[in-house]
């Protein structure tokens, strides 16, 4: 937890440009730049992961990685908004077929946009198509309310700026086509988290909403950082957790004993910020190598992989 040096962790960004995408949501808080982290803390498992679980899935990239790429053989996705299991549910239980074409098929405007959000939806597929919706013209991704419609956009094309009709149809089906290992569960994350204590074949991804930040960007942000801290000390399988740097969590972390490093990332602003990782034992992420493995993961992807839309 040295602050007074500059370590490779918290110098270097990651390019979430050479990530593969793989999530139809564009997610405040995402952890896209994670990734190549992620792939090194499961690796350096031994055994290898059996069951991964990302208790506040939201856009759930890290645990969409692991089951694409083999990162674990199960992976449990945990979500409590009502309106992101909507989505989650219908791509791995439901209509992704109607889902994906509904997406490819709607011509987004303005007016098309404001009226599809003020309806009801009849159906758990259609509250998903309006939760895709939402996420996709709402400023920053946010689904909280209080958001609004961006109006500017990126390089002036408004609202659609971040609409990729093609891209996001290709990305559920794809998810739909490894369902099979796929669980998603609408709960609680912190109380999954509290019956999974005493299993050790299981890793744990826990990414919840921060202390400073999580009322304006989530529906459901209140949560006892604390419980969860203690949970953390308890649980027998290894875990993996992310934070802002706030006072707040730093002294959780000393006071239940838990190893911590810094990394830097890019929000949605382009503005850099030092988030926490968190776990029992961060030896992994110490490694002489973990600069060239890191690095190694921005410069392996391939060219199809770099040509999808970042967000």
Known sequence: MDRDGVSFLA???????????????????????????VRLWLSSITPPVRE??????????VGLTAAFENLARKVVLI????????????????????????????????????ALLASRPRSLKERAFIT??????????????????????????????RWYPVTLRKRMLDIAGIRD??????????????????????A????????????????????????????????EGEFLMTYDDSPEIRRLIVSYRLDCETVLMKNTHNTK??????????????????SQAISRELFAQTNSDLLDFPL
Do not use: C
Not at 12 to 34: D, E, H, I
Not at 106 to 113: I, N, P, R, W
Not at 181 to 202: H, P, Q, T
């Open 132 to 161: 895709i919706v939402r996420n996709r013209v709402q400023r920053g991704g946010i689904l909280a309310s209080g958001a609004g419609i961006m109006k500017q956009g990126e390089n002036g094309k408004g609202i659609t700026s």
């Open 52 to 61: 991964l679980i990302e208790p506040f899935a939201g856009g759930s990239i």
């Open 181 to 202: 290992r796929i669980r998603f569960i609408e709960g609680d994350g912190l109380s999954y988290i509290e019956r999974k204590l005493g299993r050790k074949n299981v």
């Open 11 to 37: 110098s270097r960004v990651v390019n979430v440009a050479s990530v593969p995408q793989r999530s139809p949501f564009r997610y405040p808080g995402g952890k896209t730049w994670l990734v190549p982290y």
């Open 273 to 290: 910020m030092l988030e926490l990782l968190i776990g029992r034992d961060l030896a992994w992420l110490r490694h002489p190598d973990t």
């Open 204 to 235: 744990l991804f826990i990414d919840p909403p921060y202390t400073v930040a999580g009322r304006r960007l989530y529906t459901h942000s209140d949560i006892d950082h604390e419980r969860l801290f203690r949970f953390a000390k308890r649980l």
């Open 79 to 114: 979500e409590l908004d009502s309106d992101v299991a909507s989505v989650w549910k219908t791509i791995l239980e439901g209509d992704v077929e109607w889902l994906a074409s509904r997406v490819a098929s709607f011509d987004l405007t303005v007016d098309s946009a404001r």
